[in-house]
């Protein structure tokens, strides 16, 4: 879910930015996301086309920032991490209000909607820092 709505909120904010997701374990490579992540972003009108993949090696040099999505997944990341890595290893809450992003999976649809809402804030919290323009600012210049 969050590929899909970063993805989302970059393209609307007219940024051209990669993004891809992996887990750091390799419970469901190969797999889809789950059906009620996609009926979130279905119902939010957020496209979402993913299939799961393992972090690799290579991903701290391909890409610009890896965003965790709990202190155990940061602590994970940052112990694949290698000497040469040229990515910013974050807890993608650190953009915005430190908190973790809580794994949906064993509660209700709520929790999909929920997870899906600090996406969004995320993401934008995320592109504000990075591109050193907010939301209201490039919305002021359209």
């Not at 391909?62 to 709990?70: G, K, P, R, S, W």
């Not at 993401?123 to 002021?140: H, I, M, P, R």
Request: proline content about 4%.
């Amino acid at each position: 879910m969050g590929e899909a709505v970063l993805k989302d909120v970059a393209q609307k904010r007219g940024l051209d930015i990669e993004v891809d997701s992996a887990g750091t374990a390799g419970y469901h490579v190969g797999e889809e996301p789950d059906e009620r992540t996609v009926a979130v972003c279905k119902k939010h009108n957020v496209p979402i086309d993913s299939t799961a993949r393992q972090v690799k090696t290579s991903d701290f040099l391909q890409f610009t920032h890896i965003l965790a999505a709990d202190e155990n997944n940061l602590r994970h990341l940052n112990s694949m991490k290698p000497s040469n890595a040229t990515a910013e290893v974050r807890l993608w809450g650190s953009y915005l209000d430190n908190k973790p992003i809580p794994d949906p999976y064993y509660g209700g649809m709520s929790g999909f909607e929920k997870v899906f809402q600090q996406c969004v804030f995320l993401s934008n919290a995320f592109l504000d820092q990075v591109t050193g323009k907010t939301k209201a600012s490039e919305e002021g210049t359209a």
